[in-house]
């Protein structure tokens, strides 16, 4: 019964991937903090205009992969496909322009409707950052650098490239544009409806498809790198002299462009072989422009993201589950007593599992499944005496405890 399936492309996160997406979240926003960045979140969905105006109505995104409805107010709303333009719209209608420069980290899930596979869904997530006020190259610098650090942080360095590209100033990018239609109209019947239709609307696109008779135009195609204004070239080598100081290794590609229509300078991405065609681990660029372009004041930014499914995928096993304390109770009546002390040693901070039912031997069993670093095993005779066996279960060590001694001898267990 289709009804009782997560919908395509859509996925439960049990409690090991959760522990590991949650370990993702919290080692970027860690690392992150030390450069100065702070978390904010949007909301989950907004007005579609937002990002239509700034991803470009010749994006992948905007025109086959949003998730837009209609609500019963009769508003036209999108579940975010990506961080930026909210954050961008947040800037604008918070008038959070006198604060500049903002560095700010988000994470949480994303939206588009694609053919899913292997680190590939319908809702996916994000870890991200944006730096906005700041046009200075050192800014890119840190951006990239702070996610290198992120990577580095989770152990993933050695897994991935950095791939980096400039997309220039606008004067630039319209030279390019120009270059490029020459040579994409020349080879127009080879290329692909989709690239056909961008050759006209948004030429530098076609150097991002992935089909792959484009892709084959696309190697022949004429260099960025031969269109840059001296402007564009300096910002470029600000950014490269940059990276060489704080000894971050990168690889230029002149095809790198970024899906979205609102980059400009500097294109990056942390690349990886490890995870099939979806390569792209942690992607980001300069967006001078956007929130411009959205009807706000001039603000330049950088940012990037990075997808938390792929990063686990990188990253393998989840960190350890914290290890429990496991509350036996065995004979007699002490269940009400071993519910009670559970209930203290909580309250005092603890981590305590309570073995419902069983003999001694099943609930130290299932203790053992929790992988408890300790059993507090309470029986009738305990009781009496205000006491409990404490069993280091790692040693066999045992020993019995009074109770009111008892959160002062567990402290090496918390
Ligand atoms: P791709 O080329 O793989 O489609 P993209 O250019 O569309 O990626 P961005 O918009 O730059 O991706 O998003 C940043 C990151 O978010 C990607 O590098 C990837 O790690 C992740 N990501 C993007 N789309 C998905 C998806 N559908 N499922 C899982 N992760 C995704
Ligand atoms: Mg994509």
Redesign the pocket.
Known sequence: MAALQPVR?TRDILPDEARQFRHIVDTGRAVCARYGFEEVATPIFEFSEVFRRTLGDTS??VTK?MYSFTDKGGDDVTLR??GTAGVARMLISGGLSQNLPLKLFYNGP?F?Y?R?QK????Q???I?VELLGVPEPAGDVEAIAMGAAVLDALGVAGNVTLELNTLGNAASRAAYRDVLVAYFTVHADALSEDSRARLARNPLRIL?S?EEGDRRIVEGAPDFADSLDAESSEFFAAVRDGLDAVGIAYVLNSRLV???DYYCHTAF?FTTDALG????????GRYDGLVEQMGGPHTPGIG????????ALLAGEAPDAPRPIAVVPVGGDVERDALTLAETLRRAGFMVELGYRGNLSRRLKRANRLRARAALILGPEEVARGAVTLRDLDSGDQEEVALTALTERLSPYR
């Open positions: 492309g992948d995104i992969e496909p990506e994303m588009r694609e899913p680190g590939r869904f319908r996916f997530h994000q991200g991002d992935k970024r899906g979205l991405e065609a979806q390569g792209t681990v942690l992607a980001g990037w993201a990075a997808g938390i499914e792929r990063l």
